[in-house]
């Protein structure tokens, strides 16, 4: 273990370094750093009894159940979560979320990590591959290590030291919340798989998503203070994560500032009569609300719509009227490629039988952005009245198939014919004023013609 001399002496190079030239909102003074150095700040929002009322409701960790060290600056804990706080991940196995704490602001960054979607033996087992379940075997304690890139070095907005894109939560407190639920953190229900090939045991498994999510919101709010300004994001399900449970972890954690991107993770709109020619989400929808138990009495669903009243239960796309509604001093967004292959694959391809049968990979594309495209155009109308929820759509990148914006780097999630990159919208959505910036792509072929890309390319390989 390092001495505590040496811990000061980092923890002071390592300010000195992130400290950006202004102070932000949020941020300590100089003198405040320093002292926080040897006397971290307490949490001063803690969770009260009344908190843990109620459906979902706030179960604290119990004390020193996760060894968090308060003074363990610029380095990642791991949090593990007691039993009693209901938080488990799929499989069964404990639930655990990793804390990176700074001594010179009180801003943090809540980022829900992205990762496949699950609903039978396949895709939560993991047998499925990259697009069932993230993390069917659990969550180890060393995550956040080298060794597994794709967590720790997955998003610029995670990375202290990125080596090409700079984004303001560099600086901030780092909360970063695993995936191993299979539930895009909504679900809750307890589902048995049969082994299709009766090979294998039934395998039971924890849509537990919204719960494990609750115990990390508890368990923030007892141990950091409360936040000057707080981001919530992640791509893929992540960004659907934090889009569905914005609203309650903002409402628990009190920032003075809160923010919202949503990077890949739509919930379009689908009403619960309405035709899948014209709302192709409907199909994923109605197999997910019934999988992970979202329509059930008192369940996700009910809960989240408890406060939002502008959220329709038969038309999950609402979510973002509702949000803009309640929220109106936030400013929110939602990014994601035109031409994403990933997201929108499990979107429509085990639900349309013209897809799942097509035997020619490229009329199967064109068949899943046909209805993606549809999908998008659709958002982009709804979104477009609202002030304070923006969009940035590029087209295409040659990584990931054009999946999640936001990971690797910003720069080429460009909009060329706008001279945009993914860090105007970022910066506009957590810096501006006035009304969220909306931008699309509509070059269809620029983003294709760019050279090739080693980086890209051996990324691909490792995915």
Known sequence: MRSFAATLVIALASTL?????????????????????????????????????????????PAGYDNFNPANYYAWQTIELAPETGAVCGNGSPYKFFVNRVPNTSNTIVYFEGGGACWDYESCSGSFGIRGARNPDGIPDDYMSLLNPGASLVSPFVVRAHPWTRVKTQNWNMVYVPYCTGDIYSGDTVAIYDDPAGEAEPLVWHHNGIRNTRATVAWLKDNLQRSGQMLATGCSAGGAGSFTNYYTTRRDLAPTRSYLINDSGPVFTAPANGDPAEYPSLPLQQHIRSAWGLDDPNGPLDYIASELPLLDLDNLGTLYPALSAALPGDRMGHTHFWDDMNYSSYSYERFFDEINDEPDPAVREALILERWHADTSRLTSELANLDNVGYYLPRYRAVNESHCTSI???????????????????????????????????????????????LYYLLDQLL
């Open 17 to 61: 370094l992130a400290t950006p030239a202004h102070a932000e909102f949020g941020d300590y003074s100089a003198f405040r750093t320093l002292l926080n150095l040897i006397n971290p700040p307490a949490p001063d929002n803690p969770v009260t009894e009344a908190d843990q009322q109620g459906p979902y409701p706030l179960l604290v960790n």
């Open 408 to 454: 690797i780097e910003f720069a080429n999630s460009d909009i060329q014919e706008l001279g945009l990159e993914l860090n105007h919208f970022v910066t506009n959505v957590m810096e501006g004023s006035g009304a969220v910036m909306q931008a699309s792509e509509t070059d269809t072929q620029i983003d294709r013609q760019k050279p090739f890309n080693l």
